[in-house]
C-alpha cells in the first residue's frame, strides 16, 4: 500500500467545491459592496448639523503654559489652594470643520453630546473667521466686565466715561438721545461711573421722565427722556459704550477661547487673588456663565457638555447661571454637585461655602 497521501475526493466524502456562480448571487454581492462604500462614504461626508461636545477647561487662578490667566499689579495678592475652572464647548460643523456622519450619530447616542442644525452655530450669512472674530470680541468684553464687576464687588471705585453707542429704537431715549453723547448726570446727581447709572436708574418708577445731563460736541445740554418698563424696572433705552479707569491693572490672557461665557469664572478668580481669604478652600469648582459689569448673571448654551467637561476635569462642583436650570435639571452627571447662581455676589457666597465644605446648603437646580 502506498504512504503518499491522497488528496482527492473519495466516495462518500462531502463535496468541498465551491458552489456556481449564479446571477442572484453576483447581484447581492455587488449590492452588498455598493452598500459597504456608500456607508464609508457617508461617514465621512460632511453631514448638515453642528456637534456640541464638552471641551477644555482652564483654571482661572493658574497658567496656560507658563503664563498665569490672570495677572494684577497695584493691589497685593493672596495664593490660593483650590481651582475655579472655565469651561468650554468644542464643536464639530460648519465653515472649516464640517460634522460626519459617524460623529452626528455619537451626537444622538452620547447624553454628554448635542446635535442640531448647524444655523444655531453658523449663520449662512457668515463665515466661520467672521463667527470667530465675535467670539474674540465677546471674549475680551466679557474679561473687561468680569473686571469691572469684581473690583465693584470688592468696593473699589471704577470710573467711567459712559458714551452712547446709540438709542434703542422705540424708547424715550429714541430721537433724544444722541450716538456720542456723554452721560455726565441724572436727575442732579453726578454719573462718574457704571455702578452710578445702575443704582440712579434703580430709584426711578418705570414710566417716570428723568433729566438726563449729557456733553454733546463741547456743550453741556439737559435731556428729558421717558423710561420704559423692563420687568418691573426703570429702562433708560440707550446703548452705553464705557471707558473704564482701573484703579487695580487686572490682564487676562487666554488663547483659543472665544465667547462672553467665562466671565463669572474671571471674575470670581480676580476676587479670589485680592483676597487674603482661601475661598476656594482647595476645592475644584468649575462653572460658566456671562456676567454684566453690575454682577449679574446671564446663561450660556452648551451646559450640558459643559457640565460632562468639568466633570472629566475633576470638579466636584458646578455653579449654574439660574436662567440655565431648566436644562440642568435631570442632566447632571453622577459624581457632580450644582448651585445655581444669579448674581456675582451668590457665586462668591456660594465658592466660599464649598470651600469650607458647607456646600450643601446651597440652593440647587433641582425641581423635586
Do not use: H
Amino acid at each position: 500500500m502506498s504512504d503518499t497521501p491522497s488528496f482527492g475526493a473519495r466516495a462518500g466524502d462531502e463535496d468541498l467545491s465551491p458552489p456556481p456562480v449564479t446571477r442572484r448571487t453576483m447581484t447581492l454581492g455587488v449590492s452588498l459592496l455598493v452598500s459597504t462604500l456608500l456607508l464609508a462614504g457617508l461617514a465621512v461626508l460632511p453631514a448638515p448639523y453642528a456637534v456640541r461636545t464638552p471641551g477644555p477647561t482652564e483654571d482661572t487662578l493658574g497658567a496656560q503654559g507658563d503664563v498665569p490667566l490672570i495677572e494684577i499689579e497695584g493691589a497685593e495678592t493672596f495664593p490660593a489652594s483650590g481651582e475655579l475652572l472655565l469651561t468650554t464647548v468644542s464643536v464639530a460643523g460648519g465653515p472649516g470643520y464640517p460634522a460626519n456622519l459617524t460623529q452626528v450619530v455619537q451626537g444622538w447616542f452620547q447624553t454628554s453630546r448635542s446635535v442640531g442644525p448647524v444655523e444655531e452655530v453658523f449663520p449662512r450669512d457668515r463665515t466661520r473667521e467672521e463667527t470667530e472674530q465675535q467670539g474674540q470680541a465677546e471674549m475680551v468684553s466679557s474679561q473687561e466686565n468680569a473686571t469691572v464687576a469684581a473690583l465693584t464687588e470688592l468696593g473699589y471705585e471704577v470710573p467711567a466715561t459712559l458714551t452712547v453707542a446709540g438709542a434703542v429704537e422705540g424708547t424715550g431715549s429714541d430721537g433724544v438721545v444722541e450716538e456720542g453723547d456723554v452721560i455726565t448726570a441724572m436727575n442732579g446727581a453726578q454719573v462718574l461711573s457704571y455702578e452710578d447709572l445702575i443704582d440712579d436708574l434703580a430709584l426711578v418708577t418705570p414710566g417716570d421722565e428723568v433729566t438726563l445731563a449729557v456733553e454733546r460736541d463741547g456743550e453741556e445740554l439737559d435731556l428729558t427722556v421717558t423710561t420704559g418698563d423692563n420687568d418691573g424696572s426703570a429702562l433708560l433705552g440707550v446703548y452705553i459704550d464705557p471707558a473704564f479707569d482701573f484703579p487695580v491693572d487686572v490682564t487676562i490672557q487666554i488663547d483659543d477661547i472665544g465667547g462672553p461665557s467665562a466671565g463669572m469664572m474671571f471674575a470670581l478668580g480676580i476676587i479670589d487673588l485680592l483676597t487674603p481669604e482661601d475661598e476656594a478652600g482647595g476645592a475644584i469648582i468649575a462653572g460658566t456663565g456671562t456676567i454684566g459689569v453690575e454682577g449679574n448673571i446671564g446663561p450660556i448654551g452648551g451646559i450640558r457638555q459643559k457640565l460632562y467637561g468639568a466633570l472629566r476635569d475633576d470638579a466636584t462642583w458646578f455653579l449654574v447661571p439660574s436662567a440655565n436650570c431648566p436644562e440642568v435639571d435631570g442632566n447632571v452627571p453622577d459624581g457632580l454637585q450644582v448651585a445655581r447662581v444669579a448674581t456675582l455676589s451668590e457665586a462668591r457666597a456660594a465658592v466660599t461655602a464649598i470651600g469650607a465644605g458647607e456646600g450643601d446648603r446651597l440652593p440647587t437646580c433641582s425641581t423635586d
